[in-house]
């Protein structure tokens, strides 16, 4: 096997389209996109940039062309032109005779170009159709649908965010985003392999490997399989296509989500040969656990429980959505850096929601490596999807492709038909609007689990999210997987309580990125919740005021766009960690807390806890804290408030917890010493949290909680209790921040004083004369008062406004 990247010298031309880019050519970056080589060349500003997404409204109906000038040499056996990618609607020509069309940005295509290729110099094209007239002709031919937002994405197989969505712009991009190459081959090729990995009960590992192979002679044909030291032998007799190899290994190291055990990787090599002679080659790295969901009916209803090599895990999550609206830009380094982030946050498990893309090799190669569960979505959300040609074919045709793909990832636990489809059908006035037109169910409950059940049969499938069996609504609480977006469109956070989910798969609260990306993107003057750039940035139908009407009930109505920045911004964090406190401490019941979201495609006010910058937003510290191992928090239960202890390690948690009552002034008002024990991986009440004093203190070695009772907005705290000491330090500074009166929730937002600062901690609340220091990590040289500047050393406290007549 021979492969030649085709990745240089192409070149981009509008077909059609405004007078500046019609006809005119300029270099293009493969694999790459539209929009960027019109950047690179200077014929657009950035799309992210102000309100310049709108001003590119005329790239939605633009034809493109993208055209390569390559030398190749002879055919000798087979030769194959193979796209890993392309978005979306393509023609592709070789040397003026098309060779090949497609309709789907979820698969690679592969064209039989023997007849075609010329020794010498070759002409490729590939022309590029507006995805959207595409949708819109699919639309006509089949019928309208229900789609959550303007545009016909259900009507195409293209990342449907493409075309905007309540966090995301409407740029609906174009190109080839995935590699191109030349394949030449002799006698035969691995067309798909399939390494399924299982663990017996003795704990022998087992790795049985399906080969199917292309064939261009009738030569007979070896598989050699290798794996930790040991190796197995198939043939493939002439005429046939298809080999089983299987390897056991005994006791091998088990593969476990991070903060359960370790991430052992075992090489994997399989050989394809024909008389001594090696034709291809397939490598990767293989993890030996067994994962279930755990969906057995109990007394409450139905569960949801991931258990990875037999034991139970509380999803610690965060759904996950594309990386960067122009997919390309995202390396296996920006991923690394994203997976890290949601690790030090503490969680196990991302959700790869399904408006975005199967995601790549780097992400999932990523995930195994720090032990992070994948939940995948197959690429359906928020829409009713017809289950007749041309999209039938494509759907069985990419899902047969990425589940085949995907078999060898430790990390990935659970394949999913949608998101909220099944919803949408139930609650969302669907059905009228369909009369007896299809709209999906066929694939979720039946095309997609039975490509699973064939191709992967040791992998979970869920019909979509949210989901419940049998007669009950799909976003019963009792039941499966829920979505709590009630909180945020309607009630407030604290109404999170009034269900206790076996497993939350989507809840969330907004707020602004972080100063130094904001303004880097936004250059409204004044800048203002409602300025017009600002608003550009913001998609969610009546997104400012929800933030709001959200802060109301708990902080004072900031006075200055910075005030309501750091006011918003902090909600957002209280909001979701109080969210997922409650769910954290109703385990095992409740089996899961997957945040909306973890990160964010262009820079936006949204559900995110990292923005598109890369920087930690409070919302990240506060999953950091709510999602620590161990963790102390003030529940209601039977009528009163109690404190409980969540235990997420393998060991027992026991000791004395200490109890104080204390006013805002610090003085202590009671006091009290128990004994406690927590078992393993468990939850329990531990003391209570009697009301009617100001702060409770509850604390036991290294874990602390300090809980104010009632709300910010009814306080009268002292509004500038902080003072704050920083000098140089090893990778920045160190800042000594120290309260001279209660301080709650302490931040440092270092991004105001050097783009790439950041703090290592954050939402800190200090007692009266404590101090706490803090480490900011920076390679810039500043003067380190800044710091302690009004704008960067915050807390709640600077918002207080005169106490509320009730």
Same mark, same amino acid.
């Not at 404590?770 to 009004?790: I, K, M, N, Y």
């Given at each position: ?16 389209? $405004?007078? +500046? ?38 790239? +939605? ?23 890993? !990618? ?92 995935? $590699? ?53 032998? #198939?043939?493939?007799?002439? #005429? ?11 006791? $091998? ?8 055990? #370790? ?72 991923? &690394?850096?994203?997976?890290?982030? &949601? ?23 990523? =995930? ?13 959300? =928020? ?175 900031? !006075? ?18 109080? !969210? ?7 385990? $095992? ?19 995110? &806890? ?14 950091? +804290? ?89 306080? *009268?705290?002292?509004? *500038?209790?902080?003072?704050?000491? &920083? ?12 309260? *001279? ?27 009266? !004369?404590?101090?706490? *220091? ?33």
């Amino acid at each position: 096997m021979h492969r030649e990247e085709l990745h240089d010298g192409w070149r981009l031309e509008a077909v059609d389209g $405004p007078e +500046h880019v019609a006809g005119r050519a300029v270099p293009a970056t493969v694999p790459g996109s539209v929009h960027l080589d019109l950047l690179e060349a200077g014929l657009i500003e950035h799309p992210y940039l102000d309100r310049v997404e709108e001003g590119l409204a005329w790239m +939605h109906r633009t034809p493109w062309r993208y055209t390569l000038d390559f030398v190749a040499e002879a055919v000798a056996d087979r030769a194959d032109l193979v796209f890993e !990618g392309l978005d979306t609607v393509a023609t592709v020509r070789l040397n003026g005779r098309v060779i090949g069309r497609t309709a789907n940005m979820h698969r690679s295509h592969r064209f039989d170009v023997r007849e075609v290729l010329r020794a010498g110099g070759n002409e490729l094209t590939v022309d590029l159709r507006p995805a959207l007239e595409h949708a819109e002709a699919v639309e006509r031919a089949l019928g309208d649908r229900p789609h959550a937002y303007p545009h016909p994405f259900n009507m195409i197989r293209k990342m449907a965010c493409s075309f905007g969505w309540d966090w995301g712009p409407d740029l609906q991009t174009a190109g080839i985003w995935r $590699p191109v190459r030349l394949e030449r081959w002799r006698d035969a090729r691995l067309a798909s392999v399939r390494p399924l990995v299982t663990v017996d009960d003795d704990g022998t590992g087992r790795v049985t490997v399906h080969a199917d192979v292309e064939r261009a002679s009738h030569a007979p044909l070896d598989v050699t399989v290798t794996i930790a030291g040991r190796t197995g032998h #198939g043939q493939i007799a002439p #005429g046939d296509t298809t080999a089983t190899v299987v390897v056991t290994v005994p006791q $091998p190291d088990l593969w476990w989500p991070t903060g359960y055990g #370790g991430q052992p990787r075992y090489p994997l090599s399989v050989e394809l040969g024909t008389d001594g002679r090696g034709l291809d080659r397939y490598d990767r790295h293989l993890g030996f656990r067994t994962i279930t969901v755990d969906t057995a009916p109990d007394e409450i209803g139905t569960p949801f429980t991931f258990v990875v090599n037999g034991k139970p895990v509380f999803a610690k999550g965060a759904n996950w959505i594309p990386d960067d609206h122009f997919l390309t830009r995202i390396t296996r380094e920006r991923l &690394a850096r994203r997976v890290g982030q &949601a690790v030090d946050a503490n969680l196990n498990l991302l959700r790869v929601w399904g408006g975005g893309i199967y995601e790549s090799e780097d992400f999932y190669d990523v =995930c195994d490596e720090r032990g992070v569960l994948v939940w995948q979505d197959f690429p359906f959300a =928020c829409a009713a999807y017809p289950e007749e040609d041309p999209l039938w074919t494509e759907v069985e045709a990419e899902a047969r492709e990425h589940v085949a793909r995907l078999t060898p990832h430790p990390s990935l636990a659970l394949w999913n038909g949608n998101n909220e489809n099944l919803w949408g059908h139930a609650d969302w006035d669907w059905q009228g609007r369909l009369g007896r037109r299809s709209w999906g169910l066929t694939y979720y409950e039946a095309v997609l689990p039975s490509i699973v059940a064939e191709l992967d049969p040791a992998r979970a499938y869920a019909p979509g999210s949210p989901y419940s069996p049998g007669a009950v609504h799909p976003n019963d609480p009792d039941h499966g997987t829920r979505h709590e977006w009630d909180v945020w469109n309607r009630i407030d956070y604290t109404h999170y309580r009034d269900h206790v989910p076996r497993f939350c798969a989507e809840f969330g609260f907004q707020g602004p990125p972080t100063w130094a990306t904001l303004t880097r993107w936004i250059h409204d003057d004044p800048l203002t919740p409602v300025s017009p750039a600002f608003r550009a940035h913001q998609k969610a139908d009546d997104g400012g005021g929800k933030l709001d009407r959200g802060l109301a009930p708990h902080l004072p109505a900031p !006075g200055t766009f910075a005030d309501w920045h750091w006011a918003t911004q902090l909600n957002q964090a209280r909001a979701v960690a109080f !969210g997922i406190e409650h769910f954290r401490s109703w385990w $095992p019941r409740t089996a899961g807390a997957v945040v909306w979201q973890l990160n964010d495609c262009w820079p936006v006010t949204s559900w995110a &806890a990292i923005d598109y910058e890369e920087r930690p937003k409070p919302l990240w510290y506060a999953l950091k +804290h709510a999602f620590a191992p161990r963790l102390f928090t003030v529940q209601p239960r039977d009528g009163s408030d109690v404190v409980i202890a969540v235990n997420d390690t393998d060991e027992a948690w026991a000791g004395d917890l200490r109890l104080e009552w204390r006013g805002f002034g610090g003085t202590l008002e009671r006091g009290d010493t128990l004994p406690f024990t927590v078992p393993a991986r468990s939850s329990a009440v531990v003391g209570s949290a009697e009301e009617g004093r100001q702060v409770l203190v509850a604390e036991s070695g290294d874990v602390r909680l300090v809980h104010v009772f009632g709300e910010d907005v009814d306080h *009268s705290y002292e509004p *500038s209790p902080l003072t704050a000491r &920083a000098e140089p330090a090893p990778g920045g500074y160190r800042v000594a921040v120290t309260a *001279s009166a209660l301080a709650v929730d302490v931040a440092l937002l270092a991004d105001r004083v050097a783009p790439d600062a950041v703090v290592d901690d954050m939402l800190v609340t200090l007692l009266p !004369g404590e101090t706490r *220091s803090f480490l900011v990590r920076t390679g810039a040289e500043v003067d380190p008062a800044a710091f302690a500047g009004p704008l960067v050393l915050r807390c709640s406290n600077a918002l207080r406004a005169p106490v509320r007549a009730r």
